[in-house]
């Protein structure tokens, strides 16, 4: 018999496990599924998605690139100016033609140092084509590809600055959204699906001002 005042021990330690257990303690595995009895279900389609939408802003960048650096691409206006000063240059009687004679010399003043053979070949087209003198499409035609292809893949300020101007339409100093989304939209021929647009901004945008500005383009660019 236990002596008065003397408290005998009320659960085994067995029992204070089970009981905490029931009572918000360390749940079982089993416990710890979600309702369709899967862990892993949602981590799976979030990065299912996350490398979707990954891919697509990869081949947004490749498209934008190819479309403003490619040798393919269309000459900027600044690229067309450049053209139109020096063939002002060589124009001397001002009759809007170049002699075939001041072609070869005008390549050399641009920095283009074509051998004998492309100089002949070039003459000879002059003559058979054009009769001897060119205009400015034609020029544009002749020195077009060859300025293209001199500068594909170089991210230079002026090259920067041209592909710029092709996203801000407005001059604003800023790509908006609207900008972004048909400028993208040309490029790639397509629409972009819904909220691939939104993601993309939302890489770009570093200072999270809504809008992409020339430094934040050319970060862009730069990266890839």
């Known amino acids: 018999m236990s002596k008065a005042g003397e408290r005998t021990p009320s659960t085994t330690s067995a029992d204070s496990a089970s009981a905490d257990g029931k009572e918000g303690g360390t749940k079982s595995p089993k416990e710890m599924e979600s309702p369709s009895g899967s862990v892993s279900e ?5 990065l299912k998605k996350s490398k979707k939408v990954s891919e697509s ?14 040798a393919d691409r269309e000459l900027a206006q600044a690229e067309l100016d450049e053209l139109h000063e020096a063939f002002k240059e060589f124009d001397y009687d001002q009759d809007g033609y170049l002699n075939y004679k001041d072609v070869a010399e005008c390549m050399r003043t641009m920095g283009y140092m074509p051998t004998e053979m492309e100089l002949l070949e070039i003459v000879q087209q002059i003559k058979m084509r054009m009769g001897g003198l060119m205009d400015f499409e034609d020029f544009i035609e002749l020195m077009g590809p060859r300025m293209m292809g001199e ?3 170089m991210l230079g300020l002026k090259e920067l600055q041209s592909a710029f101007v092709q996203f801000d339409v407005d001059r604003d100093g800023i790509i908006n959204q609207e900008e972004l989304k048909e400028a993208l939209k040309t490029m790639l021929g397509e629409k972009l699906k ?3 647009l939104e993601e993309i901004l939302k890489e770009l945008d570093i200072n999270a001002d809504g809008s992409i500005d020339f430094e934040e383009f050319v970060m862009m660019l730069s990266v890839r």
């Not at 949602?42 to 979030?46: E, F, L, Y």
């Not at 802003?57 to 490619?70: A, D, E, T």
Request: proline letters at 4%; a positive charge.
């Open 42 to 46: 949602t981590p799976k389609k979030s």
């Open 57 to 70: 802003k990869n081949k947004v960048y490749i498209s934008v690139l190819n479309s403003i650096f490619g």
């Open 151 to 153: 500068t594909a893949d």
């Open 194 to 196: 819904k909220g691939e």
